[in-house]
């Protein structure tokens, strides 16, 4: 069954039906070889982090022309072209069709979040509602295996070409990859606290969906909260923000809670509600394209009464794509404080490869996007970090307690 992505949004997967594809053949199929030679130039010539990929690109794609030939007139297509997305190791590229062997995206297929501290690969978020959430992880926990492989084979699984010299960014978006799991394998996880091993049989790392695309209320000290749940892709989020910030208007401060935005979104959704912090004409962020100068790109105002009080946005490493956009432009507008840790860091924009002989259509970052102050959105970090981790599955949250605080000394001054 094929799952449509959309450009700037990665979609939470659903299960795919049973795999139906053709058994391998010895008869070579041009129609195969050539779109792997077809995708492996547009890469080169089109993507936008092409450097990073360039030292193995040659060898990955002649690794993928050998299994296109060798795979006759039905070569496991959507196994080559996975494997070679795994050699880019960026989770802004992806195809528009999977299978229950294909394997999850990251981060809205996930629900845990490993980086490497110190001496191992510790856990560093944890997905609310989420099988992760369910059991006993703790952020902190060292990952000791994962369907018994160990941390070096772990990698191993998911970076196929340039293994003379894996970097630590490579290294963690494959331990991320393969620990998100494929559809249809089990996870089983092995964790280190202390001088205790713990073990837990995962489920489907992915939440439930929410009831309502945002959620919102009044907090002490008369502040407004507003949360998006995943539906920045969504165009009814426009209107359902405009009808809640108007209910809040009379808030003396605001929180938008950007940390459950994995899949992206769209700007026809985000630069609207952006425009009701602004009342004038705005840039928010920088395109880069790679073969023209870079531009900025501006909201317009969305209503005649913006909210002009304080604004603080949380983030955490499921805001993703079009809500890391978000964060970074009400930040570089001045007009909130981004309270937080890394983001999802998903690279630039995408736009389609269509490779119709095959039936696939290959998104990748094709331009950058950038901070006003130049910084990639990929790269830049809140500069008011949190202490703790944004994302802690069902334990206290203690990022949002922390906004509070920040705002309750100005709701306090408004109302005397």
């Keep these: 069954m094929k799952r449509l992505l959309f450009t700037l949004c990665l979609l939470v997967p659903a299960c795919a039906a049973d795999d139906t594809r053709e058994p391998i053949t010895t008869e070579p199929n041009n129609k195969h070889v050539e779109a792997v030679a077809e995708f492996c130039a547009a890469v080169e010539r089109r993507y936008a982090y092409f450097d990073k990929v360039a030292s193995y690109w040659d060898q990955s794609c002649e690794r993928a022309g050998l299994e296109a030939r060798a795979g006759g007139s039905s070569p496991p297509t959507l196994d080559i072209f996975e494997r070679l997305l795994d050699d880019l190791h960026d989770p802004h590229a992806n195809l528009n069709s999977n299978d229950q062997t294909s394997p999850r995206l990251l981060p809205s297929g996930a629900d845990l979040a490993f980086e490497w501290v110190e001496d191992a690969y510790r856990v560093v978020g944890i997905r609310p509602l989420t099988s992760a959430a369910a059991v006993d992880i703790r952020i902190g926990d060292e ?13 191993l699984e998911r970076v196929h070409s340039g293994r003379e010299n894996i970097s630590r960014e490579r290294m963690t978006w494959a331990i991320n990859a393969v620990i998100a799991g494929r559809y249809n394998e089990p996870r089983r996880l092995v964790l280190r606290r ?15 969906p929410a009831n309502s695309r945002l959620s919102y209320q009044k907090l002490e000290n008369n502040i407004g909260y507003i949360r ?26 605001l929180i938008l809670d950007l940390r459950d935005t994995p899949s992206g979104g769209n700007t026809d959704v985000a630069e609207p509600i952006l425009g009701h912090f602004v009342d004038r004409k705005t840039p928010y962020q920088i395109t880069a394209p790679t073969d023209a100068p870079a531009y900025e790109r501006g909201i317009f105002p969305t209503t005649q009464r913006p909210y002009t009080r304080p604004v603080i946005v949380l983030v955490g490493g499921w805001t993703g794509s079009m809500g890391e956009g978000m964060a970074i432009g009400l930040d570089g507008m001045g007009r909130a404080t981004v309270l937080g840790t890394q983001m999802a860091r998903l690279a630039g924009g995408t736009e389609a490869i269509d490779l119709p002989s095959v039936g696939i259509t290959v998104f990748i970052p094709t331009y950058d996007l950038l901070h006003l102050d130049g910084t990639p959105r990929h790269q830049w970090a809140p500069n008011i970090s949190n202490t703790q981790s944004a994302d802690l599955g069902n334990g206290k949250d203690h990022l949002l307690s922390a906004a509070i605080r920040r705002l309750s000394p100005v709701a306090k001054e408004k109302r005397q």
């Design 228 to 253: 998006f749940n995943n539906s920045l892709g969504e165009n009814e989020t426009v209107s359902d923000f405009g009808s809640v910030v108007t209910e809040l208007s009379d808030t003396s401060g």
């Design 143 to 155: 990952l000791v295996s994962f369907n018994q492989l160990q941390p070096d084979q772990i990698i």
């Design 194 to 208: 202390g001088s205790n091993m713990v073990e837990h049989d995962l489920g489907d790392p992915i939440p439930p």
